[in-house]
């Protein structure tokens, strides 16, 4: 099959496609309706557990979220269905009432293994993508939960593509408090601890 390429194009055809295989795992890949279905059977029980824990919505106006790179407000529909009671509170106050809770951490770490561990590392210690669990951030407005969630929302340079309509706002949140769980720089730089 391979007689007429030479050995240097044969090697840089394999690389092509393993780098292909291996950026593919920096957005997550929508799942069959099968495993769709059976993950929200089981995962619709855990997040209603969750929710419960999330103290009474906040009231008053939502936030002005914007992107990361473009400034632009985000469009929050994103197919994903409607908001949790998390994602409405954390619209309102910015902050991630995810950010304490054990459980939903733990889950936190499972959507991150599956969905962002390729780029930046399963321990968020950094490969093709930055580190996410020192005090150095290639957007500060990151050190807030709000800036956060812009920048995984709606993206940012290089191959960090949007992850709106990927994964939903409530797996973001989740995601956003594994990645506090295993910070370990100064906690006075830890502006997402402070409650406004």
Same mark, same amino acid.
């Not at 780098?19 to 993950?39: E, H, I, K, T």
């Given at each position: 099959?391979?007689?007429?390429?030479?050995?240097?194009?044969?090697?840089?055809?394999?690389?092509?496609?393993?780098?292909?295989?291996?950026?593919? &795992?920096?957005?997550?890949?929508?799942?069959?309706?099968?495993?769709?279905?059976?993950?929200? /059977?089981?995962?619709?029980?855990?997040?209603?557990?969750?929710?419960?824990?999330?103290?009474?919505?906040?009231?008053?106006?939502?936030?002005?979220?914007?992107?990361?790179?473009?400034?632009?407000?985000?469009?929050?529909?994103?197919?994903?269905?409607?908001?949790?009671?998390?994602?409405?509170?954390?619209?309102?106050? &910015?902050?991630?009432?995810?950010?304490?809770?054990?459980?939903?951490?733990?889950?936190?770490?499972?959507?991150?293994a599956t969905a962002c561990s390729g780029c930046?590392?399963?321990?968020?210690?950094?490969?093709?993508?930055?580190?996410?669990?020192?005090?150095?951030?290639?957007?500060?407005?990151?050190? /807030?939960?709000?800036?956060?969630?812009?920048?995984?929302?709606?993206? *940012?340079?290089?191959?960090?593509?949007?992850?709106?309509?990927?994964?939903?706002?409530?797996?973001?949140?989740?995601?956003?408090?594994?990645?506090?769980?295993?910070?370990?720089?100064?906690?006075?730089? *830890?502006?997402?601890?402070?409650?406004?």
């Open positions: 099959m391979f007689k007429g390429f030479k050995s240097a194009n044969v090697s840089s055809l394999l690389a092509a496609l393993l780098m292909m295989s291996y950026l593919s &795992g920096c957005n997550a890949a929508p799942q069959s309706p099968a495993a769709a279905s059976a993950d929200k /059977t089981s995962g619709n029980q855990e997040v209603k557990v969750a929710a419960n824990k999330v103290e009474e919505e906040a009231s008053g106006p939502q936030l002005d979220f914007r992107g990361t790179i473009s400034g632009e407000t985000l469009d929050f529909n994103d197919g994903k269905g409607p908001d949790s009671p998390a994602v409405k509170k954390f619209k309102v106050t &910015g902050h991630n009432p995810y950010n304490e809770d054990k459980e939903v951490i733990n889950r936190g770490y499972t959507i991150f930046h590392g399963h321990l968020a210690e950094g490969k093709l993508g930055p580190a996410l669990a020192d005090d150095y951030w290639t957007y500060p407005k990151n050190l /807030t939960d709000k800036g956060l969630f812009e920048t995984l929302y709606g993206g *940012a340079e290089g191959m960090m593509g949007p992850q709106k309509g990927l994964i939903s706002q409530d797996e973001m949140l989740q995601i956003m408090s594994w990645i506090r769980s295993v910070y370990s720089g100064d906690p006075k730089k *830890a502006k997402w601890l402070k409650k406004d």
